[in-house]
């Protein structure tokens, strides 16, 4: 069975920095890629950032380029994903999923397997 956990969700002032991780067991991890997603509250869920299997390629939301970066450690079957200069419009919950095959494209809603999500609130 298949199960994706994310932890590292807090709650932080604006300007503060996260980091997120996510463990995936019940698959093998290398085999494929992964992302981070956000939906805030009445709002549409979306992309932030993806991965590859290898982590050679990545995507982010233009809404965090240059402030967040993903990577991945394959030994650890676990992702992570490094939030800096917080804004309280990054405040969201915070989902990982997998797909399998090593491509990141499309980073939407058709990944294979996701997590609960873990929460990020950024206070002005």
């Known amino acids: 069975q298949v199960r994706v956990v994310e932890s590292g969700g807090d709650s932080v002032q604006a300007g503060g920095s996260l980091r997120l991780s996510c463990t995936a067991s019940?698959?093998?991890?290398?085999?494929?890629?992964m992302g981070w997603f956000r939906q805030a509250p009445g709002k549409e869920r979306e992309g932030v950032s993806c991965?590859?299997?290898?982590?050679?390629?990545?995507y982010y939301a233009d809404s965090v380029k240059g402030r967040f970066t993903i990577s991945r450690d394959n030994a650890k079957n676990t992702l992570y994903l490094q939030m800096r200069s917080l804004k309280p419009e990054d405040t969201a919950m915070y989902y990982c999923?997998?797909?399998?095959?090593?491509?990141?494209?499309?980073?939407?809603?058709?990944?294979?397997?996701w997590g609960k999500g873990t929460l990020v609130t950024i206070s002005s």
């Open positions: 999923a997998a797909r399998r095959g090593g491509s990141w494209y499309p980073c939407d809603g058709t990944m294979d397997y």
């Open positions: 991965i590859s299997w290898s982590g050679g390629t990545t």
């Open positions: 019940g698959l093998t991890f290398k085999d494929y890629a």
